[in-house]
């Protein structure tokens, strides 16, 4: 019979290993638990169906906000439109309607008799206008060449006055003889003949020294100065010389044109050539900086008629030379100057269906983005709906331009307040704390 004692000492040895495997239990749990965690994967996150930048971009406004903000919409425009290519063309004068008046002689330029004509740039002249006076002056080449002259022609008056004398002489000793009726009537003849030959030669001896050595045959000629007068009416564009300046033959004095008929001279690209139709008119407008405050539509449109293609490439620049005639209109006449730019647009290929909207349509966002607002409100619904769309620019065409793609016929576009729609679209109203 085991003693009581045994006893309490077998229970407290089972109590104490328990306690020891209290541990080591907790710990094999914790990492069954860290098993069964990694082997459980998690459930996928569901993918946010992508929406449309249509739905991104639409904006309601209330009938009242449309009202205050003055938007105003429109049925979009489709009509046949020739492409066309904006090109760089300059205005010039009409062939042949420019002159440059060059110096006969050298010499030195003199005003006109009245100070008051002289002439100056932008000036408007008359035809036959007398603009400056040009006083010959030799050099002493020529100085040389003229005494030389002068002393063969004083020889020639020499050798005529001897003649003249001999002609004499003999005409009278045969006219004598000839009363005596020793000669004959023709050896008369002949002799009145030689008297009359030399009488002729030594006139035209003395009107050849009057030539180099004046009037009284003493001095030289003096040269007389020769009136520079407008060949054709016109505008003085350049104004070479001032008065008493000195200037070689042949020195241009005055440049004139008359640009009461402008041509326009557009260089043409090669690649589009076979593209360009030559008969067709084309649409002129004026260069505008970047800088310029002023809409494209607001900007005047001129018409020039074709004449004709220059068949001839740049070897250079690789272009073409195109001719128009610009027609202005005659009650309010542009101001145009020689050389200056414009832009042309040149019609290429054929005609196609495309959309055209005015510019108060288009907005810009930072990004040089163009965009346009389509009315998309739902018959009948009192708030508007407007959607935007990102479009790009074609050619200007009649007060509008071309976008694309284009947008079906009957759709309604905002043609007003499209910028008060676009700065609605991300206004946000403040949330007070």
């Not at 459980?40 to 903000?69: D, F, I, N």
């Not at 010039?92 to 002159?99: F, I, K, L, P, S």
């Not at 050798?159 to 002609?167: C, G, I, N, P, Y």
């Not at 005659?330 to 100057?337: G, V």
Request: proline residues 8%; charged residues 25%; hydrophobic residues 40%.
């Amino acid at each position: 019979m085991p003693r009581k004692g045994s006893r309490f000492l077998h229970r407290n040895r089972l109590m104490s290993i328990s306690i020891r495997g209290y541990p080591l239990t907790f710990t094999l749990l914790a990492l069954i638990v860290a098993g069964c965690a990694k082997s459980v994967s998690p459930a996928p996150a569901v993918a946010e169906k992508p929406k449309v930048e249509g739905e991104l971009a639409r904006t309601t406004l209330s009938a009242e906000a449309c009202k205050s903000l003055g938007i105003q919409s429109a049925p979009v425009r489709n009509q046949e439109v020739q492409e066309t290519l904006p090109l760089t063309g300059w205005i010039m004068a009409r062939q042949g309607n420019e002159v440059i008046l060059t110096a006969e002689s050298a010499g030195y330029v003199r005003a006109p008799s009245s100070p008051a004509e002289v002439v100056t740039s932008g000036q408007l002249v008359a035809k036959d206008q007398h603009l400056f006076k040009l006083e010959p002056v030799l050099s002493q080449f020529e100085q040389l060449q003229l005494a030389a002259l002068k002393r063969m022609a004083e020889n020639e008056v020499s050798k005529a006055s001897e003649s003249l004398d001999v002609a004499r002489k003999e005409q009278k000793r045969v006219a004598d003889l000839h009363a005596q009726g020793l000669r004959g009537s023709q050896d008369l003849e002949q002799a009145n003949a030689r008297l009359k030959h030399a009488t002729e030669d030594f006139a035209a001896a003395k009107d050849r020294l009057k030539l180099y050595a004046g009037g009284n045959g003493e001095g030289p000629t003096p040269l007389t100065a020769i009136a520079v007068r407008a060949p054709r009416a016109g505008t003085v564009l350049t104004v070479h010389v001032s008065p008493g300046q000195y200037v070689p033959a042949a020195a241009p004095l005055v440049t004139i044109a008359d640009l009461s008929e402008l041509w326009v001279r557009v260089p043409v690209p090669e690649q589009y050539l076979p593209q360009l139709d030559p008969k067709a008119n084309v649409k002129l407008t004026f260069r505008l900086s970047a800088s310029a405050n002023r809409s494209p539509d607001k900007l005047p449109f001129f018409d020039a008629k074709p004449i004709g293609l220059v068949p001839q490439v740049d070897v250079l620049k690789h272009t073409a030379d195109m001719m128009y005639r610009l027609t202005l209109p005659a009650e309010k006449r542009p101001i145009f100057a020689k050389d200056q730019m414009v832009t042309a647009h040149v019609p290429l290929g054929e005609k196609h269906e495309e959309t055209v909207v005015p510019y108060s349509a288009l907005i810009y966002d930072a990004y040089a983005g163009t965009w346009l607002y389509l009315d998309v409100t739902p018959e009948g619904a009192a708030p508007h709906v407007y959607e935007r769309r990102r479009v790009e620019l074609g050619a200007p065409v009649d007060g509008g331009v071309v976008v694309r793609p284009t947008v079906k016929s009957g759709e309604r576009i905002v043609t007003t307040g499209a910028a008060a729609i676009f700065s609605r679209e991300f206004y946000k109203t403040p949330v007070a704390k």
